[in-house]
């Protein structure tokens, strides 16, 4: 297939498509309400259906309803719209059914909120973090697959730059092998034989077997958690192996610190890069052995320290870990800000490096 030019928000919205998306329900709230505008205008010509929901809430639970039914779902919003949909990203989790959750993020402050969550319960939720378009069109088609490889909710976290900047890119349909039949899903087939199917956060059997309650399905799900952190690690590292310095960053920041990591090491500084595309499960121990050699090892993020937390938990000596990101927005409140600029990430690498005061915001404003 060619080369198409398109934003992120299209690209994602083909790929979810070339996945088989049947049904996609949201709320406009910016840089998500671009890919929400993709589906209403592409969804229905692909035989889906889209729908701009009245509130965010609305929306994940109409997606949620349509995915009990054995149809490819999904719904997105920023970090904001998603903070409402916690309770229905739960549910999700603990009733085992597979939804994917699109956050076109203002910045990267909702690391926690998608590796954390909000919602109750034992669960956790698969985050695939991309760092550029064309990685954003694999892992979209990626996510719906595992999704329904193991009967869960998974987050695509984009941001600004990923929803609006245009880029040529192969969008076709991605085998990643076979998948288990759907015979859980709610699709009227069954009704009137005695056999009727139901979906139940608070007990679990084969076509409601007795004797099998809460206790028996909530631990089934959290060894189901344990399978996929040791399963569905990805990550993408580069000069590692004698690296004095490592630099690890998530998402469209990761394409910055490999960019500058890159020029660094061709000006003879031994530095390395690090990022993980699984926000959850995050791939520790990849990072650790990454890191093993290093007597720094920095991390890029912009906001006040959140993904800095998994790095110390996995590095052996977590009293080398230092950030080198923080808290960085344009003048709207809405987009990336300065720290988001390579000649500004470099001297604060280098500055990391030297032991020196990190270049504050206002010397990164005036560079930008």
């Not at 809460?214 to 569905?232: D, G």
């Not at 690890?248 to 090491?265: D, S």
């Not at 977590?318 to 808290?327: D, L, M």
Request: hydrophobic share 45%; charged share 20%; glycine share 12%.
């Amino acid at each position: 297939m060619a080369l198409r030019l398109m934003d992120g928000s299209q690209a994602i919205a083909e790929a979810a498509i070339a996945a088989g998306l049947k049904f996609y329900s949201g709320y406009p709230m910016s840089p998500a309400t671009d890919l929400l505008e993709q589906m209403a205008s592409r969804l229905p010509q692909a035989g889906g259906v889209c729908i701009n929901a009245e509130t965010e809430i609305g929306g994940v639970n109409m997606a949620l309803g349509a995915a009990v039914t054995g149809f490819r779902a999904a719904s997105g919003s920023c970090g904001q719209g998603l903070a409402l949909m916690q309770e229905a990203i739960a549910e999700a989790a603990l009733n085992e059914t597979p939804l994917v959750i699109f956050n076109m993020a203002r910045n990267q402050q909702d690391y926690f909120q998608a590796t954390r969550g909000g919602g109750w319960g034992d669960y956790r939720t698969i985050t695939l973090a991309p760092k550029d378009v064309p990685e954003a069109v694999e892992l979209t088609q990626l996510l719906f697959h595992l999704t329904d490889k193991y009967r869960v909710p998974g987050i695509l976290l984009g941001d600004n730059l990923i929803a609006r900047t245009q880029v040529g890119v192969n969008v076709a349909p991605i085998d990643f092998g076979a998948l288990p039949a759907k015979d859980w899903a709610l699709d009227g087939t069954m009704g009137g034989t005695g056999k009727s199917r139901s979906i139940f956060t608070f007990a679990y059997g084969k076509h409601n077997e007795p004797g099998l309650g809460p206790t028996y399905h909530w631990r089934k799900i959290a060894e189901k958690f344990e399978t996929i952190a040791a399963e569905e690690v990805r990550w993408e590292e580069g000069d590692c192996d004698d690296a004095e310095i490592v630099v690890t960053a998530f998402g469209t920041g990761g394409k910055f610190v490999e960019f500058v990591a890159r020029q660094l090491r061709a000006e003879g500084v031994k530095i390395g890069w690090f990022r993980p595309i699984t926000l959850w499960p995050f791939p520790g121990a990849a990072l650790e052995k990454a890191t093993a050699r290093a007597r720094k090892v920095l991390v890029f993020e912009l906001n006040a320290g959140q993904m800095i937390d998994d790095v110390r938990l996995n590095v052996a000596d977590r009293h080398k870990v230092q950030a080198i990101g923080g808290i960085s927005f344009d003048a709207s409140g809405l987009n990336l800000g300065p720290y988001m600029n390579a000649p500004v990430l470099r001297r604060r690498i280098e500055a990391a490096i030297a032991g020196q005061p990190l270049p504050d915001v206002a010397h990164a404003q005036g560079e930008h």
